[in-house]
């Protein structure tokens, strides 16, 4: 091979498009449609970790204060708020700071 057939190689080699990684397959869904979805299959405290999910996502940090008045625009009781908490801390998901007479603060765990 000649220098100029080598060049005009390296030049397409570093012109070619990058391929892609492989994403994990996600949905795209509103919030409007997954509280609807909850509340007719009954299941409020599923909205809880999809809150919080977007919470994070939105503020670009992992931390975010549960308040009652925020999921109540959900539809997310108080009860069911606390109970979706202490079963997601359990399944190791998020780590919650329970706070004396405030918010509790839940904090993702990185997968």
Known sequence: MDDWAKRRLAEL???????????????RVTLREATEAFVAMDCPKAMVWLWLVHKARKTGNRTVTVTTEALSEYR???KSKYSALHQLEDAGLI???WRS?????????DP
């Not at 007479?101 to 765990?109: E, H, I, R, Y």
């Open 13 to 27: 080699e570093a012109a070619a498009p990058k391929k892609r990684s492989k994403v994990e397959p996600f949905a």
């Open 76 to 78: 997310v009781g108080r």
């Open 95 to 97: 780590i919650v700071d």
């Open 101 to 109: 007479k405030k918010n509790p603060v839940a904090t993702l765990v």
